[in-house]
């Protein structure tokens, strides 16, 4: 069985860290790509970062700089660090893997407050 399990979100003020990840399981992992994903209250899926097999990475511009995507082939787990967190920020992100998604895991809440 397929399963992306989500963790890390919690409650951080303006310029706080925080640290996601993402076990992932039932499938091979390191072949595949990963994404992470997010969605603020009531708005759609935003794409936040990639990260290939291959540790090729890219960012949408409003993260790149203060977030960083990894993984590690033999724990079957991608990661978002996030520095520098913004009001704007918070939202539920969610780990999958792009263009052909697997099924969604419960995500993690990330608020970011003042």
Do not use: H
């Not at 990475?57 to 967190?85: A, C, H």
């Not at 704007?88 to 780990?95: I, L, S």
């Amino acid at each position: 069985e397929v399963q992306l399990v989500e963790s890390g979100g919690g409650l951080v003020q303006p310029g706080g860290s925080l640290r996601l990840s993402c076990a992932a399981s039932g499938f091979t992992f390191s072949f595949n790509p990963m994404s992470w994903v997010r969605q603020a209250p009531g708005k759609g899926l935003e794409w936040v970062a990639r990260i290939t097999s291959n540790d090729l990475t890219n960012y949408t511009p409003d993260v790149r700089g203060r977030f960083t995507i990894s993984r590690d082939n033999t724990k079957d787990t991608v990661w978002l660090q996030m520095n520098d967190l913004r009001p704007e920020d918070t939202g539920v992100y969610y780990c999958n893997r792009p263009a052909i998604p697997l099924p969604w895991g419960q995500g993690t809440q990330v608020t970011v407050f003042s």
